[in-house]
């Protein structure tokens, strides 16, 4: 891959840098590529400038700054942003506390206006600061129910002594409940000074003219320095640590970290190479050691580095009674990288996956603008381009000389958080020291080498296009769906109609199962070298799984375009589907079923689901189930795949810098063996004629109520007016946001949203809150849709959900994924490609009557289906 063109994304004449009179540094990025605009506030100030008095301030001042000024009462920030069609939102760090806001081009004068206001003018208020940090204590409960979580910042705190990264990062209730207006304004008037501030524009906008509102909206504020308060540096002596938790969990989670530099460090980039060459992607070395070995079902290496200092970590999740032997093999991955340096084909491997990945951060405007924010954060706007070449000039010599420099076996600290089912793992670090060093993991052997057989392109048949989309027929009739447009990245995608509707309860789950082992190994290539060639061409094979379809996706750069695509169609058109690779992805898919156990989201919502669609095709859980998964074996899968999901109706889809005509006749050589059949029909669901409920209880610190009413499916009219009401009660400044969590404090995650399918539509409602609060937050969510039963929604309500919807429709066609996904609905789910240009004209056409109907129609309450996980009640 040729790095020169994308070493430096935004050439030095092309951003605009202004800094004013007052300190304030402006970064503007004129981009006429998509009708959209992105501002970026970055405040340098985070976790590290509090003092152990007030853990947790810098976060509960970015709620804060959502909650009104002199001129904007609480929630009219984020209505007034949604009326101009964006959405906004922010988040603290250790050295950062950042604001963004995405817009149609058109509204960016009022998003700058409405971010100026809430950064210089926020009131704090009083009674708004007890409520919200109600709201916080929440969102600190919802944290300590996600293992992951815990187990990443209890590492954290393992790891260092005095420096202030050891501290629980949003802060403890009893800590927040101590918290009051005078330290929040203390906090706010040291911090965000202009001379502290970074303010970052990318999108379709005039320099010159965002100059001059720039200085009208920051140039009046004083100008002043922040006075800092440091927090102790780590000065002892790193050594060997060890701690064990134990909760209830359904896997266990470890963590081996060390201490690394800063971001500023010459070491830093080829540590985040080492990461890498450890763990980015399939053909990882972690990945084919750990995951590929069945010791886990997940693994993760990452160099994290905030301004002060750096942690370099692996993350370990799956089955307990195989997590000593998953370290262990993380471990001799770790001292084999210290010894010797990757092979040049690894090291080119990972400097392409880089490369790519950092292609795809600037497809968008939000993308540019953080970008900039971020490296002029460091110092200097332009030090992204001098990272990126230091990445790509990387030899194999640095990245073993970094890793033997910081990942020394004596300096490591080591988390063990397990189910309280399990065993404990070692009594104290000398205990587990002496089990890692027990490991006798057989070495990897190096990757084969291979090359990708291009098939020569077959003439295809044009139809009519719609919408910008050119309809192509391959030689076996399969529809071949391009979109031409700018962009170094293209994307790819093979859809199979089915998905999960076609299996019983009996093999729930095989489909999923099938496909994922598709990218296993075919006659050609083994299940490392498919890795192997996606990663060298920058992407990784995708594959995706629903109830009405299966899919294979790759997003490369361009000028992979040809060999990205046969490899597609070879591990779509012949996968081995082997005993052993079957057996790989059944543990897999068992451990994913216990980890999704503790997911305090989507383990409520699966309950609520599969009780609204019982008896139906789509009750049949997508992941399946522990005791049908375990039943598959090697000659079940093949005989599925092959005798099912093989038949059926395929369609192409291709977003890219490709000419139509070109990309189809490769598209149908590549497939030129794979035979168009028919779509598989799914009967229309029927609703519960009474209300339904299924609850676990758990040993959880908050209780998750997933709440959903039939709703609008994929092609009912009444669709738009349902995304309407999804829209006007949920996100910042909605309904259930206001009323929920700002007026009443009952949870930190509240939303609503219409899922339609073709064959049903649910309208699902979600809430987490303390276990004491269910029954309050049960009715407060009736509430709300009585409320929306009982009379219309107000015509400002109305019109800031249609230019919101419209605005973020907008928004999203910068993304080229987004667009395919969107393209290959509404061909093959939808109405045609018509939909495509139909949709602002639609959701203009909603009417506050009809949502009324809906919601009067939808919203019994006698109907309704729950999914709960019943919390205990831990204190954070």
Same mark, same amino acid.
């Given at each position: 891959?040729?790095?020169?063109?994308?070493?430096?994304?935004?050439?030095?004449?092309?951003?605009?840098?202004?800094?004013?009179?007052?300190?304030?540094?402006?970064?503007?990025?004129?981009?006429?590529?998509?009708?959209?605009?992105?501002?970026?506030?970055?405040?340098?100030?985070?976790?590290?400038?509090?003092?152990?008095?007030?853990?947790?301030?810098?976060?509960?001042?970015?709620?804060?700054?959502?909650?009104?000024?002199?001129?904007?009462?609480?929630?009219?920030?984020?209505?007034?942003?949604?009326?101009?069609?964006?959405?906004?939102?922010?988040?603290?760090?250790?050295?950062?506390?950042?604001?963004?806001?995405?817009?149609?081009?058109?509204?960016?004068?009022?998003?700058?206006?409405?971010?100026?206001?809430?950064?210089?003018?926020?009131?704090?208020?009083?009674?708004?600061?007890?409520?919200?940090?109600?709201?916080?204590?929440?969102?600190?409960?919802?944290?300590?129910?996600?293992?992951?979580?815990?187990?990443?910042?209890?590492?954290?705190?393992?790891?260092?002594?005095?420096?202030?990264?050891?501290?629980?990062?949003?802060?403890?209730?009893?800590?927040?409940?101590?918290?009051?207006?005078?330290?929040?304004?203390?906090?706010?008037?040291?911090?965000?000074?202009?001379?502290?501030?970074?303010?970052?524009?990318?999108?379709?906008?005039? %320099?010159?003219?965002?100059?001059?509102?720039?200085?009208?909206?920051?140039?009046?504020?004083?100008?002043?320095?922040?006075?800092?308060?440091?927090?102790?540096?780590?000065?002892?002596?790193?050594?060997?640590?060890?701690?064990?938790?134990?909760?209830?969990?359904?896997?266990?989670?470890?963590?081996?970290?060390?201490?690394?530099?800063?971001?500023? *460090?010459?070491?830093?980039?080829?540590?985040?190479?080492?990461?890498?060459?450890?763990?980015?992607?399939?053909?990882?070395?972690?990945?084919?050691?750990?995951?590929?070995?069945?010791?886990?079902?997940?693994?993760?290496?990452?160099?994290?580095?905030?301004?002060?200092?750096?942690?370099?970590?692996?993350?370990?999740?799956?089955?307990?009674?195989?997590?000593?032997?998953?370290?262990?093999?993380?471990?001799?991955?770790?001292?084999?990288?210290?010894?010797?340096?990757?092979?040049?084909?690894?090291?080119?491997?990972?400097?392409?996956?880089?490369?790519?990945?950092?292609?795809?951060?600037?497809?968008?405007?939000?993308?540019?603008?953080?970008?900039?924010?971020?490296?002029?954060?460091?110092?200097?706007?332009?030090?992204?381009?001098?990272?990126?070449?230091?990445?790509? *000039?990387?030899?194999?010599?640095?990245?073993?000389?970094?890793?033997?420099?910081?990942?020394?076996?004596?300096?490591?600290?080591?988390?063990?958080?397990?189910?309280?089912?399990?065993?404990?793992?070692?009594?104290?670090?000398?205990?587990?020291?002496?089990?890692?060093?027990?490991?006798?993991?057989?070495?990897?052997?190096?990757?084969?080498?291979?090359?990708?057989?291009?098939?020569?392109?077959?003439?295809?048949?044009?139809?009519?296009?719609?919408?910008?989309?050119?309809?192509?027929?391959?030689?076996?009739?399969?529809?071949?769906?391009?979109?031409?447009?700018?962009?170094?990245?293209?994307?790819?995608?093979?859809?199979?109609?089915?998905?999960?509707?076609?299996?019983?309860?009996?093999?729930?789950?095989?489909?999923?199962?099938?496909?994922?082992?598709?990218?296993?190994?075919?006659?050609?290539?083994?299940?490392?070298?498919?890795?192997?060639?996606?990663?060298?061409?920058?992407?990784?094979?995708?594959?995706?799984?629903?109830?009405?379809?299966?899919?294979?996706?790759?997003?490369?750069?361009?000028?992979?375009?040809?060999?990205?695509?046969?490899?597609?169609?070879?591990?779509?058109?012949?996968?081995?589907?082997?005993?052993?690779?079957?057996?790989?992805?059944?543990?897999?898919?068992?451990?994913?079923? %216990?980890?999704?156990?503790?997911?305090?989201?989507?383990?409520?919502?699966?309950?609520?689901?599969?009780?609204?669609?019982?008896?139906?095709?789509?009750?049949?859980?997508?992941?399946?189930?522990?005791?049908?998964?375990?039943?598959?074996?090697?000659?079940?899968?093949?005989?599925?795949?092959?005798?099912?999901?093989?038949?059926?109706?395929?369609?192409?889809?291709?977003?890219?810098?490709?000419?139509?005509?070109?990309?189809?006749?490769?598209?149908?050589?590549?497939?030129?063996?794979?035979?168009?059949?028919?779509?598989?029909?799914?009967?229309?669901?029927?609703?519960?004629?009474?209300?339904?409920?299924?609850?676990?209880?758990?040993?959880?610190?908050?209780?998750?109520?997933?709440?959903?009413?039939?709703?609008?499916?994929?092609?009912?009219?009444?669709?738009?007016?349902?995304?309407?009401?999804?829209?006007?009660?949920?996100?910042?400044?909605?309904?259930?946001?206001?009323?929920?969590?700002?007026?009443?404090?009952?949870?930190?995650?509240?939303?609503?949203?219409?899922?339609?399918?073709? %064959? %049903?539509?649910?309208?699902?409602?979600?809430?987490?809150?303390?276990?004491?609060?269910?029954?309050?937050?049960?009715?407060?969510?009736?509430?709300?849709?009585?409320?929306?039963?009982?009379?219309?929604?107000? *015509?400002?309500?109305?019109?800031?959900?249609?230019?919101?919807?419209?605005?973020?429709?907008?928004?999203?066609?910068?993304?080229?994924?987004?667009?395919?996904?969107?393209?290959?609905?509404?061909?093959?789910?939808?109405?045609?490609?018509?939909?495509?240009?139909?949709?602002?004209?639609?959701?203009?056409?909603?009417?506050?009557?009809?949502?009324?109907?809906?919601?009067?129609?939808?919203?019994?309450?006698?109907?309704?289906?729950?999914?709960?996980?019943?919390?205990?009640?831990?204190?954070?």
């Amino acid at each position: 891959m040729s790095v020169s063109k994308h070493a430096d994304p935004f050439p030095a004449d092309r951003v605009v840098r202004i800094v004013l009179r007052n300190g304030l540094k402006a970064l503007l990025l004129p981009d006429s590529t998509a009708p959209v605009a992105a501002v970026v506030t970055r405040v340098n100030a985070g976790y590290f400038d509090e003092t152990d008095d007030i853990v947790g301030i810098a976060h509960v001042l970015e709620h804060m700054f959502f909650k009104g000024t002199q001129r904007r009462g609480v929630g009219d920030i984020a209505k007034e942003t949604k009326a101009s069609g964006g959405y906004l939102n922010a988040h603290t760090i250790y050295d950062n506390t950042t604001y963004y806001t995405v817009l149609p081009a058109s509204g960016l004068r009022a998003g700058l206006e409405i971010q100026a206001d809430a950064y210089a003018n926020s009131v704090i208020d009083a009674d708004e600061l007890a409520r919200e940090l109600e709201v916080i204590i929440q969102e600190a409960k919802r944290k300590l129910d996600n293992p992951s979580a815990v187990a990443t910042e209890t590492t954290y705190e393992l790891l260092h002594d005095t420096h202030r990264m050891r501290r629980w990062r949003i802060g403890r209730e009893a800590g927040l409940r101590q918290l009051g207006r005078d330290q929040l304004l203390r906090f706010y008037r040291n911090f965000y000074r202009p001379s502290n501030t970074i303010l970052a524009v990318a999108g379709d906008f005039d %320099a010159a003219e965002i100059s001059q509102e720039i200085e009208r909206l920051y140039g009046q504020l004083e100008a002043a320095d922040p006075v800092r308060t440091p927090g102790p540096p780590e000065t002892s002596t790193a050594g060997f640590r060890y701690r064990e938790l134990s909760g209830d969990i359904a896997q266990s989670q470890v963590v081996i970290g060390w201490r690394t530099p800063d971001a500023h *460090d010459d070491d830093t980039p080829a540590l985040d190479v080492a990461a890498s060459i450890l763990a980015s992607g399939r053909a990882s070395r972690l990945y084919r050691a750990v995951r590929e070995r069945k010791l886990a079902s997940s693994i993760s290496a990452y160099n994290y580095t905030p301004t002060e200092l750096g942690v370099f970590a692996l993350h370990i999740e799956g089955d307990a009674a195989t997590a000593v032997e998953a370290a262990q093999a993380a471990w001799s991955e770790i001292l084999r990288l210290r010894k010797e340096a990757p092979s040049d084909p690894e090291l080119q491997r990972v400097k392409n996956v880089f490369a790519s990945r950092w292609m795809r951060r600037l497809e968008t405007m939000e993308g540019k603008a953080n970008y900039l924010a971020e490296w002029e954060g460091l110092g200097d706007w332009q030090l992204g381009s001098r990272y990126f070449q230091r990445v790509m *000039d990387m030899s194999a010599q640095d990245v073993s000389a970094a890793s033997s420099k910081y990942l020394q076996p004596e300096s490591a600290a080591v988390l063990v958080y397990r189910p309280v089912t399990a065993p404990s793992v070692a009594t104290d670090g000398a205990a587990m020291r002496h089990l890692l060093q027990l490991s006798s993991v057989t070495e990897l052997k190096p990757l084969a080498a291979a090359n990708i057989s291009v098939a020569s392109a077959k003439k295809v048949k044009a139809e009519d296009g719609e919408s910008g989309v050119r309809v192509f027929r391959s030689s076996s009739g399969i529809p071949v769906l391009v979109k031409k447009r700018p962009s170094p990245i293209v994307h790819m995608e093979i859809q199979a109609a089915g998905g999960s509707s076609r299996e019983t309860m009996e093999i729930a789950g095989i489909s999923n199962l099938a496909a994922r082992t598709s990218v296993k190994g075919t006659p050609r290539f083994s299940s490392e070298q498919i890795a192997s060639l996606a990663e060298e061409m920058g992407g990784s094979i995708g594959v995706s799984v629903g109830r009405d379809s299966v899919s294979w996706s790759l997003s490369v750069p361009v000028k992979f375009f040809e060999r990205a695509f046969n490899l597609v169609a070879d591990v779509v058109l012949g996968p081995t589907l082997s005993d052993t690779s079957v057996d790989i992805e059944r543990h897999a898919a068992l451990s994913n079923l %216990a980890l999704l156990r503790d997911d305090m989201y989507s383990y409520p919502v699966r309950l609520a689901t599969l009780a609204a669609f019982a008896g139906h095709p789509y009750g049949i859980p997508v992941s399946g189930t522990e005791e049908t998964v375990r039943a598959f074996d090697g000659a079940a899968v093949r005989m599925w795949y092959n005798g099912t999901m093989m038949q059926t109706e395929w369609t192409v889809g291709i977003v890219g810098d490709v000419d139509p005509e070109v990309a189809a006749a490769i598209v149908s050589g590549a497939l030129a063996d794979l035979q168009q059949g028919g779509k598989p029909e799914t009967r229309m669901v029927s609703w519960p004629l009474l209300s339904a409920s299924t609850i676990e209880t758990r040993d959880k610190a908050q209780t998750a109520l997933a709440l959903a009413f039939n709703g609008a499916h994929r092609n009912d009219p009444d669709r738009y007016a349902a995304a309407m009401i999804a829209t006007v009660a949920s996100g910042l400044g909605g309904r259930f946001f206001e009323e929920l969590r700002d007026k009443r404090s009952l949870a930190y995650t509240v939303h609503a949203f219409n899922s339609a399918h073709p %064959a %049903a539509g649910m309208f699902l409602s979600y809430i987490a809150t303390s276990p004491e609060k269910e029954d309050a937050a049960r009715e407060g969510l009736l509430e709300q849709f009585a409320e929306l039963t009982n009379s219309r929604v107000s *015509d400002d309500e109305l019109e800031r959900a249609k230019r919101y919807a419209i605005g973020t429709h907008a928004i999203a066609q910068e993304s080229g994924g987004h667009v395919l996904n969107e393209i290959l609905s509404a061909y093959t789910f939808g109405l045609g490609l018509t939909e495509l240009e139909e949709y602002e004209s639609s959701i203009q056409k909603v009417t506050a009557e009809q949502m009324r109907e809906f919601a009067r129609k939808h919203f019994d309450p006698t109907r309704r289906v729950e999914g709960v996980i019943r919390g205990a009640g831990r204190v954070v």
